[in-house]
């Protein structure tokens, strides 16, 4: 029987390192787990399974290393499962989603099958650069928009931490699209406590003019070690940003990187000058891409045709797997504006 969603959307990523066949075992696993943990019916946690099955067993073949990223739907709805690597890329990428044309010690039947299965199937693939694919599942009575929302979402921890100082939440009301990527101070425990105090503050109002949320999660914050907040609030056409500390946004448009911010000095929770707005365009085709200090900046200076060309669903997970600096909890919001009806 299917169920309300429970698996909190404030969870890291489940981040599966596929540099050996064991990574397949452990992936189909982890995907049947936060498939029943979203709430998926009957045999959709199989069939979840199938798809880590298929896409990490391409990554343990054809790569020799990359990762599967594992979670619920940003704005909740379903689970996805993305796929990333550096391998040779598919050269032939409509005979490698024919059926029957499959890797070996896996369940299914290759790409076929997670084309078939999946609700939504998402790849880009270039020789030499690797493969993204993004497969999501949905909820039987799910609308479309469910599984073709345009925003990605990566949350990682430390490594040798359990626990991620950083969260994430995206909301949507009426036209605007609105986004917060928290990082607590230090790593831990204590700077987990501080990032969830913060979601569940903005989840209060999302709807709040941006410098008033940032104020009140400033406020729910002093009983915590502090953190660094960024707010983006989406329109089309254009978007909103209020921050503190270091947390970075910055459109990526087909052909140049623009608007690049950040936050204002300071840490929300223990000090805070009044917080402002700074509004910029997001042109047709762009993505604003929000992310914590646990990516390295540097990506932006001069990305690849490859990277500018990324879906949100793809987007974070090509940082996550390029740019990430491992010592420190990262985590990427890549989202575009909603579409108008």
């Known amino acids: 029987m299917g169920g309300a969603v429970s698996f909190p959307e404030t969870s890291p990523t489940a981040h599966i390192a596929v540099d050996h066949y064991s990574a397949v075992h452990l992936a189909a696993e982890t995907a049947r787990a936060v498939a029943g943990r979203c709430g998926l019916p009957g045999a ?58 499959t890797t070996s010690n896996t369940l299914g039947a290759g790409l076929g099958a997670v084309q078939r299965i999946a609700t939504a199937l998402t790849i880009r693939t270039q020789p030499g650069a690797g493969t993204l694919v993004c497969a999501r599942l949905t909820q039987p009575d799910a609308t479309p928009p469910a599984a073709g929302q345009e925003v990605g979402v990566i949350c990682l921890p430390a490594d040798r931490e359990q626990l991620s100082g950083d969260a994430c939440a995206v909301v949507d009301q009426d036209t605007a699209r609105t986004a917060i990527v928290v990082d607590g101070l230090g790593h831990g425990p204590q700077a987990a406590e501080a990032a969830q105090t913060a979601i569940r503050s903005f989840h209060r109002a999302p709807d709040l003019p941006l410098p008033e949320l940032l104020t009140v999660i400033h406020r729910a914050l002093r009983r915590t070690r502090g953190a660094a907040v960024g707010l983006l609030r989406l329109h089309p056409g254009r978007a909103e940003y209020s921050g503190i500390g270091n947390v970075r946004v910055l459109t990526l448009a087909p052909l140049e990187v623009g608007h690049r911010l950040t936050g204002q000095p300071g840490i929300a929770g223990l000090n805070m000058t009044p917080p402002q707005v700074r509004a910029f365009p997001v042109p047709p085709g762009a993505t604003a891409v929000l992310y914590s200090d646990g990516i390295d900046q540097q990506w932006a200076r001069s990305p690849s045709a490859f990277v500018h060309r990324l879906p949100p669903s793809l987007l974070g997970a090509s940082l996550a797997l390029s740019h990430r600096l491992s010592r420190d909890d990262a985590t990427v919001i890549a989202a575009r504006p909603q579409r108008l009806p």
């Open 44 to 101: 959709l946690p199989d069939q979840a399974a199938v798809i880590a099955s298929e896409l990490a067993g391409n990554v343990a073949k054809h790569a020799h290393s990359g990762s599967l990223f594992i979670q619920p739907l940003p704005l909740g709805g379903g689970m996805e499962i993305v796929a990333a690597d550096h391998g040779p890329g598919m050269g032939e990428l409509q005979q490698c989603l024919a059926d029957g044309y």
